[in-house]
């Protein structure tokens, strides 16, 4: 749906990794990465934040539940600190 709906060239080539949502259904924390990493943080949460009721109502009526909860995004930097963790263990290992 990001991909092929929403026209916000802020939101280009970034992923989801995680979604919780709180047993009530009053919010989704949905937690979001990027391709390029954290410089691009502060613009993709600002065109996730612009596209949020676009995107929950699209949602709402694609998913049938009682109330549907409310987005807040989060960005998640699992992804850059996993490839930082890689590039030391590389570097370990040809210096054997």
């Known amino acids: 749906m990001l991909i092929r709906e929403v026209n916000d060239p802020r939101l280009?080539?970034?992923f989801i990794t995680d979604v919780k949502i709180d047993r009530e259904l009053a919010f989704a924390e949905i937690y979001v990465s990027a391709v390029e990493g954290a410089s691009r943080s502060a613009d993709v949460l600002a065109g996730l934040e612009s596209a949020s009721g676009f995107l929950r109502r699209?949602?709402?009526?694609?998913?049938?539940?009682?109330?549907?909860?409310r987005l807040r995004?989060?960005?998640?930097?699992?992804?850059e600190n996993a490839d930082h963790i890689?590039?030391?263990?590389a570097g370990l290992r040809n210096k054997k």
């Open 86 to 89: 890689e590039k030391i263990l």
């Open 73 to 79: 995004f989060h960005w998640d930097p699992t992804p």
């Open 12 to 14: 280009k080539q970034i």
């Open 58 to 69: 699209e949602l709402s009526a694609r998913v049938e539940v009682r109330a549907f909860p």
